[in-house]
């Protein structure tokens, strides 16, 4: 008998996996790589390698970005679209689950713990649309919910199973120290961007903004301050490592500021190059910059001239934006 594991790296998908291969059952394990992560460490990789599993990974692309903008069953308390993203998942492992030769799938779910997609309603409803129905087993769970079909079969013991339930992690926690793991799993702090209040603001402002939104786009989203200014937008660095991750971003059609002889940011003016848009970057280069008590700032700009196929460079004499002008555009 062979499962598929959806493992995050978090303690519940850690604890399922545990669980299922405490049963002698076979685990490969699948990992997503979405977008709006904000964990960095791949503890997927760590539990793979701890418990001897073999690890598919899934990057989620373009389709993803799509299912962001539009979901059919609504977003949670920021732009998170938690129960298409897990359909999205669910449809991904059954294909997996075919090339890996899996009898079933299991998931870490706690029924309750997350109030958007782990009530009983949004687990049906989410293995149904992904064609899953009774197929998708959620051990640390399982007694609360209705039988499966692995359990029926006799695959799985179901009376190994668990009836954990609600947003209270301490039955899993003393669980990870029954199994002798308290130090091996990483703490619920990360998540997802998209449940952030500010970074979903940036979200919604992408997707008024732009018809087809790319990688780059949301790389750049989670880069330095984002300001708006009509069908312009422009984002100033925060610090050494964002300015050299602007410039590595930048492509051919934005312009690119700085304020010379001074520590400066590093600005990009994507979309509309107005001039007020151009006056506005420069403006906030300024402020942020070490020029930015005095009263007037030589601002440098470059960008690729396409008709003369070459990179000018351009300078703008501008005061440095004040506390109500960078209220009024920051997104
Ligand atoms: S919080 Fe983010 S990653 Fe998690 S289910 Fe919701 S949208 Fe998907």
């Known amino acids: 008998m062979r499962a598929l594991a959806l493992l995050s790296g978090g303690l519940d998908s850690i604890l399922a996996t545990k669980l299922i291969l405490d049963q002698g059952i076979e685990v490969v394990a699948l990992n997503f790589m979405l977008p709006f992560a904000v964990e960095k460490q791949d503890y997927a990789g760590e539990v793979a390698k701890r418990f001897g599993m073999p690890l598919v990974r899934v990057e989620a692309g373009e389709e993803y970005l799509e299912l962001v903008r539009n979901p059919k069953h609504g977003y949670g308390s920021g732009v998170n679209p938690c129960i298409d993203c897990h359909i999205y ?25 997350r109030p958007m997609s782990q009530h ?23 007694k609360l919910l209705p039988e499966t079909i692995p359990e029926r079969k006799g695959w799985v013991d179901r009376g190994k199973l668990l009836d954990i339930k609600g947003k209270s992690r301490k039955p899993q926690i003393a669980l990870a120290k029954v199994f002798g793991m308290e130090d091996e799993y990483p703490s619920p702090s990360g998540g997802c ?18 018809e087809r939104v790319s990688m780059r786009d949301i790389r750049l989203l989670k880069v330095g301050r984002h300001f708006r200014c009509a069908a312009s937008k422009i984002i100033v660095g925060r610090n050494e490592t964002e300015n050299k991750l602007l410039l590595e971003l930048k492509s051919s059609e934005v ?52 008709e003369q196929k070459e990179t000018r460079v351009t300078s703008i004499l501008v005061s440095p934006s004040d506390e109500n002008e960078v209220v009024r555009l920051r997104i």
């Open 255 to 306: 312009y690119v500021f700085e304020v010379p002889g001074y520590g400066s940011p590093i600005t990009i003016l994507e979309g509309a190059k107005s001039k007020e848009a151009i006056e506005l970057a420069a403006k906030l280069t300024a402020r942020y910059s070490d020029a930015r008590e005095e009263k007037e700032v030589l601002v440098e700009y470059e960008y690729e001239d396409k």
């Open 120 to 142: 009983r309603k949004a687990l049906e409803l989410e293995e149904k649309e992904a064609g899953l129905e009774k197929m998708v087993l959620r051990p640390l769970s399982a």
């Open 89 to 113: 998942m669910l449809r991904e492992a059954k294909r997996i689950a075919k090339e890996v030769g899996a009898d079933f799938i299991f998931t870490g779910d706690v029924l309750g713990e």
């Open 193 to 210: 961007l998209l449940t952030y209040k500010e970074f979903a603001s940036k979200v919604r402002d992408l997707f008024e903004h732009k």
